[in-house]
């Protein structure tokens, strides 16, 4: 049964950036679920994949440097522990994990055709295709089964979960293994980071779902890694259950135990969740105010989807941040979403008789106050939601 737990109010696409103001900017329901029998995560509107995911999608996860080395280790350990013959990347995005792979040996999966060109021109094999079953029978035909799929940051953003995991298996070797990562609810929980739900998100996973989600399609976990990366992610190692090969790591009953622990498996902690996001929300709005009251120059770092969220939600405009700087080419000269708030290509000059920074990119706290140690030496802060609303 699903329950709902939180309202983020209407809310545009995340990463929609416009070219102009609209003030008829298109705004969905964003209202979150909890399903109290599967354990997952899920917006109650869904929005169809072409309206987000196509060949203006912006987001490239090359442009830091904590993912670029993020998906260096898990390569040499790729190759260390499971060798694949074939790895097949479901979202490859603009190839930040399989350029630390030969050509010969990655398939690459990527909609949005924008992306797609990156890798092709790279000289990947790259399908710009959606994943589902029709794609990985077409795969199949031609390459047969692969022995490692790695996805990223994606399946979260599938609606048809059946089908996701439907198509998985039909191309998966009968020893292969399958690897995924996202942010954990857990985490998202601890840190009162509601803005991890935007539209694109429909599912955020804890290994509880997860565990649940892959036993229907005789999928197991049979290991875990907590990662840093986007917030707090988890990355699941799954095989198929009939696979007695592999050895199941106590990292899954761990994590699990610590999740039910928590009280993931029980509505009571959503709802407290629920209420902990609107104090989040009222703490940050106080602070945008005293120090606008005393007018104090603010602008945003990171034009991130997360930062959409927490604008539309606590409805903070351009009145308040005067503009966002942000290092990706298809972002700058845009506005953010919703709320009208100018992105400027980062240049380390627009910092200057700064104030205050809001800290659109939280995830990479580290890798943006290294890069920024001036800023702060003159006397500059920043803002942040998370954990909580506070300058730091
Ligand atoms: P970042 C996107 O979310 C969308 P976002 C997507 N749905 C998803 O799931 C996650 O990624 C994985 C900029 N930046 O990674 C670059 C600087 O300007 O938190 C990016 O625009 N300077 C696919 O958008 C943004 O911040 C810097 O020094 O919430 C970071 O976006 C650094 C480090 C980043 O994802």
């Known amino acids: 049964m699903k329950k709902f737990f939180l309202d983020l109010g209407k809310q545009p696409l995340a990463n929609q950036y416009l ?14 679920h909890f399903n109290t029998k599967s354990k ?9 994949s072409e309206k987000m995911f196509n060949a203006k999608y912006p987001y490239r ?24 013959k074939i790895l097949l990347e479901i979202g490859s995005n603009d190839g930040a994990l399989i350029k630390n792979f030969s050509k010969n040996k990655v398939l690459c999966v990527e909609p949005c055709s924008n992306l797609a060109m990156i890798t092709k021109k790279m000289g990947y094999f790259t399908y710009d295709n959606y994943w589902n079953l029709k794609l990985a029978k077409k795969i199949k035909a031609k390459f047969n089964n692969v022995d490692v799929i790695y996805s990223a940051n994606t399946l979260t953003h599938i609606n048809n979960l059946t089908d996701v995991f439907k198509s998985i298996t039909h191309i998966l070797d009968k020893d292969g293994i399958l690897i995924i990562e996202d942010p954990s609810f857990l985490e998202c929980i601890k840190k009162i980071s509601y803005d991890q739900f935007y539209n694109e998100h429909i599912y955020i996973f804890s290994a509880l779902s997860v565990s649940k989600l892959i036993h229907k399609f005789k999928l197991e976990l049979f290991d875990i890694d907590k990662l840093d990366t986007h917030g707090g992610s988890l990355r699941y190692y799954i095989k198929r259950i009939n696979n007695n090969k ?22 009571l902690t959503y709802k407290k969740f629920g209420v902990s996001v609107k104090k989040s929300k009222n703490n940050l709005v106080k602070i945008f105010k005293k120090l606008k009251d005393k007018n104090k120059k603010i602008i945003g770092y990171g034009a991130t989807a997360k930062a959409c969220t927490v604008l539309n939600y606590c409805n903070i405009d351009n009145k308040i941040i005067d503009y966002f700087v942000d290092t990706t ?9 919703g709320k009208n708030i100018k992105i400027k290509k980062y240049k380390k000059i627009l910092l200057n008789n700064v104030d205050y920074i ?24 920043f803002i942040t939601h998370v954990p909580k609303p506070r300058i730091i």
């Open 19 to 32: 070219k102009k103001i609209n003030s008829n900017l298109v705004k969905y329901k964003l209202k979150i």
């Open 40 to 48: 997952m995560v899920s917006i109650s509107k869904r929005i169809p």
């Open 61 to 84: 996860s090359s442009l830091s440097h904590t993912m670029k080395s993020s998906f260096k280790i898990l390569s040499k350990e790729i190759k260390k522990r499971f060798n694949p």
């Open 246 to 267: 592999i050895k199941i790591k106590d990292t899954v009953s761990k994590q699990i135990s610590t999740e039910l622990r928590f009280g993931l498996a029980n509505f």
């Open 329 to 337: 080419p298809d972002k700058s000269n845009r506005f953010m979403p």
């Open 358 to 381: 809001y800290l659109g990119a939280w995830n990479f706290k580290d890798e943006i106050f290294k890069k920024e140690k001036n800023f702060i030496k003159k006397g500059g802060r």
